[in-house]
């Protein structure tokens, strides 16, 4: 019997590897580097790649790739072997250190929105030995970060890292406040919970929607959708449970933590969640995880749909990013404490969080705004596009009492004086949890539920990291000038809750009642990318980044335009799929049913209620979609006039998308009413309910 414990990790370069195969000086000089960033020594670098070559060898690799992270969302790869001519006319194996530090990909064609337009189209991808190398199809992967020449992050891995840098540096002001002299640093931690859905690949293959775009264009609601309720948490068909069995084998030997997987909420949809870590190596566990997610499903005659809402109708896909920030001796600092300077402590990372969420609303919406996810956020089903914060009754309970300075406990009439008062025990009952919050506090550590389930999470919890790291700073300015510290603290903390209060929501965020208080409450709604997106060029916020030196003002510039270039594309592929499908299946499709029900009515010479009425209403629906269709197609030729990338946006949100829709309807009713043999690919009851 194989044993779990055995195999975990058995294709990754990790610690223990690395104590076993390099020498004593050379694994704490590496480890110098992973763990305090101290630049890494040539000779070091040769000697760890040598080995890491030769272990990778002896576990049957033959090349290896430097993999980074480009700005599409997609991780990019490309592979060397290992193999250089020796004399005798033989190959031997080699990987210099230089070759392990430093890559070159012919990155040209990689979107840079225009930062490196000029003679340098190179960028370099440079080594992040914060995240273990690991085997993946006989190929060393070695996890980097890829750069223009110039120094600019050509990928989202960089930014990512000096946004966690930024937080480090403002929360060590912090502690060192309170006394915490003992904190070397401080991270933050993510347990990102993936969905996806699984079909059948053969019913997959008859789709061009699904090839092209990753989601149906088309499709009519199936008698039964998700209303029943039944998919989730409910029992794993044994074909899903041999996937999932094999996913986990597939993780585990990469090291990643997969933990807990469950049927969702659609049918044919389920999750799968790994055990929290550190965030920059959470963002490459995950992008690996959805790689791995696909390619087992192949094995399986499956297909895994990544894409935010692949079916009209029912429940979309999406991520939750569990998110805390912890120091390098294990406090995590949203656990509320247990004594008064914990408290205190705790509240005021709290309040930091929870300015950082209101003033910076704008970020994190357009952090997780693509094409895909824009069907998801504001359906019944998602949080909604605006921003709140659910802290529950109990901590909001304690928020209020400090603001109004009233007692927080009716019982004992204890008010709560920072750094003096204790906090009440708070219970972690689940059923106080609110699954409509975009952004909820659960017990000791955030859950930002926006993200589609493709994305990267290195955009959200960038702007996440930057944004609290900001208020942190103002904070720290604020509290090292204070002649009495706990005085201050208590001031600042009130007055944080009673400026930014308006963020704080523990309602129904599905509630459409919501939507009108929150527009009273002057709070954001940004209902789709092409609205969210132009705002990371907003003053406040290009302050914020560059201050932090999370960005460069260039670097905002070229990705907004790539972001809303890649809205735009999205689009654009998505309505020529359409105009391709109408003409060449869909309306030759009904066009032969209807002449076939017609012919029959001559043949018999009797007409019947059924073929009359279906032959007219097709006929009536025939000229709607070719109508529809023609309308789409100007509307795509319009929008290859625009070249201005927000304005292509808005033309995509306020034509391209409506011209959508209004070709959809007829073509799904027409469906309705079309015999099955006839349409020409696999319906929503057989993509939902395939698998047996
Ligand atoms: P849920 O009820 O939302 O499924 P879980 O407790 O199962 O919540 O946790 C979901 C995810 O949150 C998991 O990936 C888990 O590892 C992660 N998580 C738990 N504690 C923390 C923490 N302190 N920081 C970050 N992520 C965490
Ligand atoms: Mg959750």
Redesign the pocket.
Known sequence: MEMVQDYFGCMVFDERVMKGVLSEKVYKSLKRTIDRGVPLDITVANAVASAMKDWAVSKGATHYTHWFQPETGVTAEKHDSFINPAPDGRVIMEFSGKELVKGEPDASSFPSGGLRATFEARGYTAWDPTSYAFIKDGTLYIPTAFCSYTGEALDKKVPLLRSMDALNVQALRILKLFGNTDVRCVKT?????QEYFLIPEELYRQRKDLIMTGRTLFGAMPPKGQEMEDHYFGSIKPRIAEYMADLDKELWKLGILA??KHNEVAPAQHEL????RTTNIAADNNQLTMEVMQKVAQKHGLVCLLHEKPFEGVNGSGK?N???ISTDTGV?LLTPGKNPYENAQFLLFLSAVIKAVDDYQDLLRLSVATAGNDHRLGANEAPPAIISIFLGDELSGVLDAIENDTPYDSATRQKMQLGVGVLPEFSKD?TDRNRTSPFAF?G??F?FRMLGSSNSISCANIHLNGAVAEVLRQFADELEQAEDFKTALHELVRRTIREHKRIIFNGNGYDDNWVAEAEKRGLLNLKTTADAMPRLLEKKNVEMLTRHKIFTESELHSRCDIMLDNYVKTVKIEALTMVDMVAKQILPAISRFSGDLAGNQVTRNITTKYETSVIKRISILMDEIFDADVALEEAVEELKKIDNSIEASAYVRDVVLPAMDKLRKPVDEAETLTAEDYFPFPTYDKLLFGVR
């Open positions: 931690s993510v347990g990102p919970e933990k807990t969640a790994p055990i929290y939750h569990n998110w805390s995590n689940t659960t000791n550590k859950e």
